[in-house]
């Protein structure tokens, strides 16, 4: 997989922040950052080669929108979809939460495109809409496939808050180390994001798989998921700061769902780290033989 370069994913992530500042403060459902934030997304991707499409769904009064961007190619019956919510909300700019997982999502789908790479099973990338009310648009995504299309996905990695200031370093608990586990081929999926942070030495732990971001509608359905974290309010203990650094009885991210969820809102070395392993995944989970 190609070393995803942090720098272009901190560029989406300042065009995110601009988007905010000029329309209130915010990217919240409803509200013009939201859909500036989707029109920028697409624009990347479309110029990229993406087939790209919006879908629209109707929340409290407002118009949601999920954007939906398929690489064209590859075993549309193995469908590998990876996916993250680009709404924050209304307190802020939602830099971390989830700025961070979509740009490194949206540079993945790029280095796709730049590499030409022809992975055997078919790629679809969603950004979700209004996820901070209640996983809306990746439930109205999941509902309205129908079923046949539905069973074509075969695997779903979410990313949501990649780069907190205070970063611990987690994987979804698919495989049931630590709770119940997931869908069947989940622990396949935990397995290969762990693997990335073992290559650069940098220590895993598990976090609930209790469907707290947009991976919940797809494992209701028996879809195969997983994906990664770096905390949200939760406190870093200080056996967690011994191994990963940052400041012990600090929380993860300090700034989460505030107005100071900012580009000074990011760790680095976190965005980096987590920017490769998403890609190692697609490169590991996709297959790298011809279509
Ligand atoms: N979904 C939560 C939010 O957007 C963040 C979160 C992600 C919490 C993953 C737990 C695990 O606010
Ligand atoms: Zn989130
Ligand atoms: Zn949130
Ligand atoms: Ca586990
Ligand atoms: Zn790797």
Same mark, same amino acid.
Request: net charge negative; aromatic share 8%; proline share 4%.
């Given at each position: ?19 905010? *500042? ?18 920028? /997304? ?10 790209? *499409? %919006? ?23 193995? +469908? ?27 540079? /993945? ?26 996983? %809306?648009?990746?439930?109205?995504? /999941? ?7 539905? *069973? ?36 396949? %999926? ?13 220590? /895993? ?13 797809? %494992? ?9 974290? +770096? ?5 870093? +203990? ?45 490169? +590991? ?7």
């Amino acid at each position: 997989a190609p070393d995803i370069p942090v720098a272009n994913v901190k560029a989406h992530l300042s065009q995110l922040q601009s988007i905010a *500042s000029g329309n209130g403060g915010n990217r919240a459902h409803g509200r013009p950052g939201y859909r500036a934030s989707v029109d920028f /997304v697409k624009s990347k991707l479309d110029a990229a080669g993406y087939q790209t *499409s %919006i879908q629209s769904f109707t929340y409290l009064g407002a118009t949601g929108y999920n954007l939906i961007a398929d690489w064209p190619g590859g075993d549309v019956n193995n +469908t590998l979809m990876v996916g993250a919510h680009l709404d924050s909300v209304s307190a802020g700019p939602g830099i971390n939460d989830n700025g961070s997982g979509s740009a490194a999502n949206l540079e /993945v789908a790029l280095a796709v495109a730049r590499e030409g790479h022809k992975p055997n099973r078919h790629l679809r990338f969603g950004w979700w809409g209004a996820e901070e009310l209640g996983l %809306i648009g990746s439930t109205h995504y /999941v509902n309205n496939l129908p079923a046949a299309e539905r *069973s074509k996905i075969k695997g779903y990695l979410n990313f949501d808050m990649v780069g907190s200031p205070n970063p611990g370093y987690f994987a979804y608990d698919g495989d049931g180390t630590s709770g119940s586990g997931g869908p069947a081929g989940s622990a396949e %999926i935990e397995k290969v994001l762990r693997d990335h942070f073992a290559s650069i030495n940098v220590p /895993v732990e598990d976090t609930a798989f209790d469907g707290r971001s947009d991976y919940g509608p797809f %494992i209701r359905y028996g879809i195969a998921a997983g994906g990664l974290f +770096t905390g949200a309010e939760g406190r870093k +203990t200080t056996a967690q700061a011994q191994k990963w650094g940052g400041q012990a009885g600090v929380a993860y991210d300090r700034c989460y769902h505030a107005s100071c969820d900012t580009t000074s809102n990011i760790n680095d070395p976190a965005l980096d780290r987590n920017a490769d392993a998403i890609a190692h995944a697609v490169w +590991t989970l996709g297959g790298s033989g011809a279509r």
